[in-house]
């Protein structure tokens, strides 16, 4: 090579490296940015976790009680740290549920004061109670959140009912809970034929059946979407020990 040619190939060469090294002090400079920008989202997740070590603690607390002494107050905190809605939780005060009245409750005690979700929430903090399981993981679908259910149900041919469901806040914990008056009362689904659907895909879950995609789900013994028809007919009576 020539002098020029030479001279040419190295001016090229340190152009690059100069754009290189621009290139890396900017990424340098985004990166500094986005650290001293993450200083007060980490002291508020602390602060989050610090808050969530003491309902842990205090949840822990209740749980180690025998749950027929546990008072109405303490029934009340229990299921509003287990994230059981306000709302239900004023009827539950009202209504005088202390431990003794929990370990008996159903979910038809509750009327239809307390909404879909409030009355599945109800259910399983006293489900989970009575049965000794508060410390356990929620399990397949049991612990979906309402764009899991979303997707299952698009997935399973339901999808307006699955938009539905979505708009309604029903979660993995309420979806294994369904029965078919939840689908008539509250979710609108007036056809017999998709609500005779719908329980069946609800059954495959709560039965460890397998789904579209193959996969083995795990939900809770002792929920029953689909219960006979003479529970079915007893449903729609009136129940005397409903809340007011």
Same mark, same amino acid.
């Given at each position: 090579?020539?002098?020029?040619?030479?001279?040419?190939?190295?001016?090229?060469?340190?152009?690059?490296?100069?754009?290189?090294?621009?290139?890396?002090?900017?990424?340098?400079?985004?990166?500094?940015?986005?650290?001293?920008?993450?200083?007060?989202?980490?002291?508020?997740?602390?602060?989050?976790?610090?808050?969530?070590?003491?309902?842990?603690?205090?949840?822990?607390?209740?749980?180690?009680?025998?749950?027929?002494?546990?008072?109405?107050?303490?029934?009340?905190?229990?299921?509003?740290?287990?994230?059981?809605?306000?709302?239900?939780?004023?009827?539950?005060?009202?209504?005088?549920?202390?431990?003794?009245?929990?370990?008996?409750?159903?979910?038809?005690?509750?009327?239809?004061?307390?909404?879909?979700?409030?009355?599945?929430?109800?259910?399983?903090?006293?489900?989970?109670?009575?049965?000794?399981?508060?410390?356990?993981?929620?399990?397949?679908?049991?612990?979906?959140?309402?764009?899991?259910?979303?997707?299952?149900?698009?997935?399973?041919?339901?999808?307006?009912?699955?938009?539905?469901?979505?708009?309604?806040?029903?979660?993995? $914990?309420?979806?294994?809970?369904?029965?078919?008056?939840?689908? $008539?009362?509250?979710?609108?689904?007036?056809?017999?034929?998709?609500?005779?659907?719908?329980?069946?895909?609800?059954?495959?879950?709560?039965?460890?059946?397998?789904?579209?995609?193959?996969?083995?789900?795990?939900?809770?013994?002792?929920?029953?979407?689909?219960?006979?028809?003479?529970?079915?007919?007893?449903?729609?009576?009136?129940?005397?020990?409903?809340?007011?």
């Amino acid at each position: 090579k020539t002098m020029e040619e030479r001279k040419k190939a190295l001016e090229e060469e340190l152009k690059k490296l100069n754009e290189n090294i621009v290139t890396k002090e900017r990424e340098h400079n985004e990166w500094m940015k986005k650290v001293k920008g993450k200083g007060g989202e980490i002291e508020w997740l602390e602060k989050q976790f610090a808050s969530l070590e003491v309902k842990v603690k205090r949840l822990d607390q209740l749980n180690s009680k025998a749950i027929k002494i546990l008072t109405v107050e303490e029934v009340k905190e229990t299921m509003r740290l287990e994230g059981v809605r306000e709302d239900a939780l004023q009827i539950l005060g009202t209504n005088g549920v202390d431990g003794e009245a929990l370990v008996d409750l159903e979910e038809s005690d509750l009327g239809m004061k307390i909404g879909l979700i409030g009355r599945k929430q109800v259910q399983f903090v006293a489900e989970r109670r009575r049965e000794g399981r508060m410390n356990e993981e929620l399990k397949g679908a049991e612990g979906w959140d309402v764009d899991q259910v979303e997707k299952w149900m698009t997935e399973n041919g339901m999808k307006e009912e699955g938009a539905k469901m979505k708009a309604e806040g029903v979660d993995g $914990i309420t979806l294994v809970r369904l029965e078919v008056r939840d689908l $008539i009362e509250e979710l609108g689904v007036g056809v017999l034929k998709r609500r005779k659907e719908i329980i069946s895909k609800i059954d495959g879950l709560r039965q460890g059946k397998k789904d579209k995609n193959g996969k083995e789900e795990e939900v809770p013994k002792g929920t029953n979407a689909n219960p006979p028809p003479q529970q079915q007919q007893q449903e729609k009576s009136s129940n005397p020990n409903q809340f007011k």
